[in-house]
């Protein structure tokens, strides 16, 4: 029974192809469309207002208002030159003994009203605390402390942060003392600041030197995701 029903499908099935083939014609037809997918980018440039030339730091005459002393200009902004929006944040290195000495300071004062957020690397502890510490950067002797200033919003393509910081300088009460060779010429110099000093045999810093302010901008894609904590999925780390 099994072998019947299995050759009248056969043959139903050969019929109806010689139907096919006798009696229709085919009508068809054919389109094509070409999709094309632009890669995305993104691009960004950190724009900075510094003159290396003029850039001798002395004390602030006036902490509150280093800006109208002695503070030297570094403004740093971002622009995003990609076809992206984007979440972005600048990485601001200053040297660890000194800032933990209290005597350099980033000059941000206007940071948050520019939409900016210095991100705190402790809460425990008052005062913001830069978010990595004792960081060793290539070619210097000193260790390094990392402030983190995170965009609190997207950046969009073509436009252009506003500044995040704006200057550095040295504490109003920090004076300076320098050690003579027997020619009478400077051989070395260091900080006071009441009554701890920092010089090249306690915490190397010589003040007759140069002082190193390292600046790096982070950026990414902002499609798809909620906010701008994407950038400590992609950034777990400082980039040096």
């Known amino acids: 029974m099994k072998k019947k029903f299995l050759a009248v499908a056969l043959v139903v099935s050969l019929i109806a192809i010689a139907a096919v083939g006798g009696t229709l014609a085919w009508f068809f037809d054919e389109d094509s469309a070409t999709n ?4 995305g980018s993104i691009d960004i440039v ?4 510094f003159d290396e030339t003029t850039a001798q730091l002395l004390p602030v005459i006036d902490n509150t208002n280093p800006a109208a002393s002695n503070m030297i200009q570094k403004e740093v902004t971002v622009t995003n030159t990609g076809n992206n929006e984007a979440y972005v944040q600048t ?11 209290g005597i350099v300071h980033l000059y941000d004062v206007n940071a948050a009203a520019n939409g900016w957020t210095l991100l705190d690397g402790d809460t425990n502890v008052a005062g913001v605390q830069p978010v990595y510490t004792g960081v060793t950067i290539s070619g210097e002797a000193l ?3 990392v402030y983190v200033y995170r965009y609190n919003t997207t950046l969009a393509a073509g436009a252009t942060t506003a500044k995040s ?7 109003q009460s920090v004076d300076a003392d320098y050690v003579y060779d027997s ?6 110099g260091y900080f006071v600041t009441g009554d701890a000093t920092v010089d090249a ?3 190397p810093f010589d003040v007759t030197g140069r002082l190193n302010v390292y600046v790096v901008t982070q950026a990414v894609q902002a499609r798809g995701f909620a906010d701008n904590t994407a950038l400590d999925d992609q950034f777990t780390t400082h980039p040096w």
């Open 46 to 49: 950190q724009n900075e207002v």
């Open 36 to 39: 094309v997918f632009t890669f």
């Open 143 to 145: 260790t390094y402390n």
């Open 201 to 203: 045999t306690v915490r």
């Open 183 to 188: 020619n009478g010429d400077v051989e070395s």
């Open 165 to 171: 910081i704006e200057g550095v300088f040295i504490d």
């Open 91 to 101: 990485l601001v290195a200053v040297p660890q003994v000194l800032d933990e000495a």
